[in-house]
């Protein structure tokens, strides 16, 4: 299942001119792996898919590595609230248990 990261992509152009584009950027994440007996460990990694705009961005602009890290600390933060959402319903139920 893919992930959308909605954020802006700011470039210069070759006669100095600043342009600004808000994007969405469409990526897949793979959680790490502690490693067990047979296979090895490895690191949480994402892999971004594409990138959509309603302006025109020139192909030369756009590259997709330099994401990377945002979509990191955008799964970071999803997570944090998925964890939340969760505490948050398990209080709910046991407030309701208990009523």
Do not use: N
Not at 62 to 69: E, G, Q, T
């Amino acid at each position: 299942m893919s992930h959308i990261l909605k954020t802006t992509l700011i470039w210069h152009d070759s006669r100095g001119g600043e342009h600004e584009s808000d994007v969405e950027v469409e990526y897949d994440r793979y959680p790490g792996f502690a490693g067990d007996m047979t296979d090895p460990p490895h690191d949480a990694t994402i892999e971004v898919i594409g990138i959509t705009s309603r302006d025109e961005i020139p192909p030369t602009y756009i590259d997709l590595a330099d994401f990377s890290d945002e979509c990191m600390q955008h799964w970071a933060e999803q997570d944090e609230v998925d964890r939340e959402r969760a505490a948050e319903d398990r209080a709910e139920r046991a407030r309701e248990d208990r009523a």
